[in-house]
């Protein structure tokens, strides 16, 4: 949905720990999403992305998961490093509307070695 | 890898001054670019939509006359904000979108422009 809000929500683990990441998205009709990674100072980078015909998508060390159902995604790291330490945001897309993306809020990861 | 570039990345300018930034997508041909502008701690907030020939779309509340995009190839977008006050201080960021046999594909995003207005 919409981004609002004055705080981001942040997320502590320990190197090695697996991270789980969560996004509630409000648009029923968006179909597709994507998840970034933003670190400081720097613009969003994409790690990984799922459409609606799925449930589940993995890459290196990622795995996005979506439930269509309540309308949530979330973003799971496996062995997180300290380099993995950054914003994370989910973003909607209705395929076949627009390519504009609504950003969801972000969490700030924190890797602690 | 899609690769966005945004230049400058850091403007530091005396208030009344215009500033212009550039996005390029460099190894591919974007079939839209979109101007975003974040706020520390906080997420992207769309300002507009930028396709080549065409006038930008301008997202609500965002002045067309202070923020002009112009997109001169399917390569080049630039924004230009016009008589910057310090309250237009803020990070800029780009992205190039495209799409593939009608399907969207993920936006690619610049490093951004850090804008600093005294």
């Known amino acids: 949905g919409e981004s609002v809000g004055l705080h981001l929500p942040t997320l502590s683990v320990q190197e090695g720990d697996n991270s789980i990441i969560n996004c509630a998205y409000s648009?029923?009709?968006?179909?597709?999403f994507i998840w970034y990674k933003q670190e400081s100072g720097k613009g969003p980078q994409f790690i990984i992305d799922?459409?609606?015909?799925?449930d589940k998508r993995q890459g290196q060390r990622v795995t996005v998961l979506l439930n269509k159902t309540v309308k949530h995604l979330s973003l799971q790291i496996a062995a997180t490093q300290p380099g993995d330490s950054a914003v994370y945001f989910c973003?909607?897309?209705?395929?076949?509307?627009?390519?504009?993306?609504?950003f969801g809020k972000g969490t700030k990861l924190t890797v602690n070695p | 890898g899609a690769v966005v570039s945004q230049h400058p990345s850091w403007v530091i300018c005396k208030s009344g001054t215009s500033v212009k930034i550039e996005c390029r997508s460099l190894?591919?041909?974007?079939?839209?670019m979109f101007w975003y502008r974040q706020f520390p701690k906080q997420s992207l907030m769309l300002m507009a939509t930028?396709?080549?020939?065409?006038?930008?779309?301008?997202e609500q509340g965002v002045e067309k006359d202070k923020f002009l995009i112009n997109h001169a190839s399917l390569t080049l977008s630039t924004l230009t904000v016009t008589s910057a006050h310090p309250e237009d201080s803020s990070f800029y960021i780009c992205?190039?979108?495209?799409?593939?046999?009608?399907?969207?594909?993920?936006?690619?995003f610049g490093d951004g422009t850090r804008l600093s207005i005294l």
């Open positions: 992205s190039a979108g495209l799409r593939i046999g009608g399907s969207n594909q993920p936006q690619h």
């Open positions: 648009n029923s009709a968006s179909d597709y």
């Open positions: 799922i459409r609606s015909n799925m």
């Open positions: 973003a909607e897309n209705i395929q076949g509307g627009s390519e504009k993306l609504v």
């Open positions: 190894d591919f041909q974007a079939t839209t």
């Open positions: 930028s396709n080549e020939g065409s006038k930008a779309t301008y």
